[in-house]
């Protein structure tokens, strides 16, 4: 059995056993104890890389792709091509075709405009979640959901909720009266409002382990992907999780450090699911996060520390993420391992597919003039068969590929080397107490200027200088140069499509179809 679960936007600074390890030492806010004892008992990946923000990331898990060859904008949800082009065969697809079971639950945000596009179009026997980058934790309330028919902005002071959601995370958001909560087929009627999303989330999850056990065939595996909601704002939080952090004087820190222990509650409840049920003594477990931390204030209000910025841009708090490796399929000699080799997020579909006993083909998107698969399998260096990981160069990010008002900061890797250009904004560090009310830090206008007359670049030695305090393009410039040249030749194979037209008003239509519910509008 394969179970992967997706933290959204937490970052170097919120789970127990890397802030134990950092200059600071270990905070009470931070109560991860499931997530501890996972990392102590299990394969530890702390050089693990996925993109700077949330459908390319997931793009790139699940087509095995790196994002500059599937995905590497936030396109909008609604736009015809947004996430994964569907002629690209998906991890649960090929898992299917080697017998699997696989079920999706969570968030999405790989594209939805048809059937085709959705978990049960790519290859998943169902699925529960939403499309969007996020919605309502409470009322399952949609992304910027405004429609004819459906006006107005939701404000959780006037819906009961207001003492589990920060009034600033919810009106940045621009909820609107419509709800985005799909179940396999059709809009889930009845399911919406029913709860906090995450705890209805929890139940489905554990409903299919134990569904699976009881029903299937023994010798018939289980692919469980749970796109976890959690920590993406809205910044919402059961009051009495709130009430275990009241001592944190900062409003945002405050929910953020709820939610991450309620997330941590909720990686405990899968891990007893599969325990109690017996399967996990045949289960690879992994879980890391979509990305690095969101730490803008209001919005994010979470922590990289003591790496240098966050999402949305490639320092390491934005790009280099948390994750892990446990399960009873994973053998004893591999526990307690720290692996410091690099592994991206693209090569989990490899890594799967070998372990499900698949090969590493992708013959319908070959067929289709697309990027082929790119990742690799991990499955030797997470186990100690190999101790060097199998890359040691890549483009991260492309050549001014997403140039927006978070900057357009281009990204390569090479050896212990990390190359960015343009301009990064976000360019400074969290405190160890992050955020707080002393400091109020718009992160987006910190920004360095990498390239600029005389200097090509932002060059940093990640391995000896992981917080990026020291630039040494000046220092080595024949790196900068060749660096570059290896970003420029790999720019040639970047994937950038024509991603199609934003069909906002088709997909509202759809929403009056589906009686108030964003699903897919086109045949």
């Known amino acids: 059995h394969i179970v992967y679960m997706l933290a959204d936007n937490i970052g170097w600074g919120g789970v127990g056993y890397l802030r134990r390890e950092s200059p600071a030492g270990p905070s009470d806010d931070i109560r991860t104890p499931n997530l501890d004892n996972l990392a102590s008992t299990g394969a530890r990946m702390d050089r693990f890389y996925a993109y700077k923000m949330c459908s390319p990331s997931r793009s790139s898990l699940l087509s095995g792709r790196l994002p500059v060859h599937v995905e590497f904008h936030n396109s909008p949800p609604e736009q015809v091509g947004a996430g994964i082009p569907v002629n690209m065969t998906t991890i649960p697809r090929k898992l299917k075709q080697v017998g699997y079971r696989s079920h999706q639950v969570g968030k999405w945000h790989v594209g939805y405009a048809t059937k085709e596009h959705i978990p049960v179009g790519r290859g998943f026997d169902s699925s529960f979640g939403y499309f969007h980058a996020y919605n309502g934790y409470l009322g399952q309330w949609a992304e910027n959901g405004q429609c004819p028919g459906f006006p107005g902005v939701v404000d959780y002071n006037h819906t009961g909720y207001e003492d589990w959601c920060t009034a600033g995370s919810v009106k940045a958001r621009h909820l609107g009266y419509t709800t985005d909560l799909w179940d ?80 941590d509650d909720v990686i405990g409840a899968v891990v007893s699911a599969l325990k109690r049920t017996g399967m996990w003594e045949n289960t690879v477990f992994v879980w890391s996060s979509d990305n690095g931390a969101a730490i803008e204030q209001v919005t994010g209000a979470k922590s990289a520390y003591p790496l240098r910025g966050g999402y949305f841009t490639n320092w390491e708090g934005g790009i280099r993420t948390p994750a892990l490796v446990n399960g009873g399929f994973l053998p004893d000699s591999a526990r307690g391992r720290v692996i410091t080799e690099y592994a991206l997020i693209a090569d989990w ?152 037209a934003n069909e906002a008003v088709q997909a509202c239509e759809a929403v009056v179809q589906y009686k108030g519910f964003w699903g897919p509008w086109r045949e």
């Open 349 to 500: 579909w490899a890594t799967f597919a070998r372990l499900g006993g698949s090969d590493l083909l992708d013959p319908e998107a070959a067929a289709a003039g697309l990027p082929a698969p790119d990742g690799f399998d991990l499955w030797p260096l997470i186990v100690g068969t190999n101790q060097t990981g199998p890359r040691t160069e890549w483009l991260q990010t492309p050549l001014h590929g997403d140039v927006d008002k978070h900057g357009g900061d281009g990204c390569y890797f090479m050896g212990q080397y990390k190359l960015i250009v343009n301009n990064v904004s976000q360019a400074s560090w969290c405190g160890a107490e992050y955020p707080n009310n002393t400091v109020d830090w718009n992160t987006w206008e910190t920004v360095e200027q990498c390239t600029r007359p005389g200097k090509k670049g932002c060059l940093f030695n990640v391995f000896e200088d992981p917080s990026e305090h020291h630039d040494l393009a000046w220092k080595l410039p024949q790196k900068v140069d060749q660096m570059l040249a290896r970003m420029t030749e790999a720019q040639k194979d970047v994937y950038d499509p024509d991603r199609g």
């Open 184 to 263: 396999t087929n059709g809009p889930a009627f009845g399911a919406n409002g029913t709860g906090y999303e995450e705890s209805m989330f929890l139940e489905r999850a554990v409903g299919i382990i134990e569904g699976h056990a009881a029903s299937e065939p023994e010798d018939t595996p289980l692919f469980l992907y749970y796109a976890m909601h959690t920590l993406h704002s809205p910044l919402c939080a059961p009051p009495e999780y709130l009430q275990r952090f009241a001592h944190i004087d900062n409003e945002d820190r405050r929910h953020v450090a709820a939610m991450t222990n309620l997330m």
